[in-house]
Nanobody, 122 residues
Framework: QVQLVESGGGLVQAGGSLRLSCAAS????????MGWFRQAPGKAREFVSA????????YYIDSVKGRFTMSRDYAKNTGYLQMNSLKPEDTAVYYC???????????????WGQGTQVTVSS
């Protein structure tokens, strides 16, 4: 079993930055991919970004390309989402997830964190 704990959310003005962290624990993190998803009020949860844990390949939804960067610290079993040039439409609860294969489809991810709130004011 893998536990994922997110941190780093908060309130920021438009144009600002936040860095989210996702710490994996429970057993040696062996999932092949870590991902970030978000869910805004009244909307479905959507894929944001993912990283191949061993190789570092990254994937992004179009709306965050050039603004968000995903990385990981292999030794610390921790993934990061650096979010720059934040917009009010980025406001959502952000969830970390892990899976053995990559897909932007929510239902294909095996493990989930509890979520962290990101609020971007205009």
């Amino acid at each position: 079993q893998v536990q994922l704990v997110e941190s780093g959310g908060g309130l920021v003005q438009a144009g600002g930055s936040l860095r989210l962290s996702c710490a994996a624990s429970g057993r040696t993190f062996s999932s092949a991919f870590m991902g970030w998803f978000r869910q805004a009020p009244g909307k479905a949860r959507e894929f944001v970004s993912a990283i191949r844990w061993s190789g570092g390949d990254t994937y992004y939804i179009d709306s965050v390309k050039g603004r968000f960067t995903m990385s990981r610290d292999y030794a610390k079993n921790t993934g990061y989402l650096q979010m720059n040039s934040l917009k009010p439409e980025d406001t959502a609860v952000y969830y970390c997830a892990a899976a053995n294969s990559y897909s932007p489809i929510v239902g294909t991810w095996d493990y989930w964190g509890q979520g962290t709130q990101v609020t971007v004011s205009s």
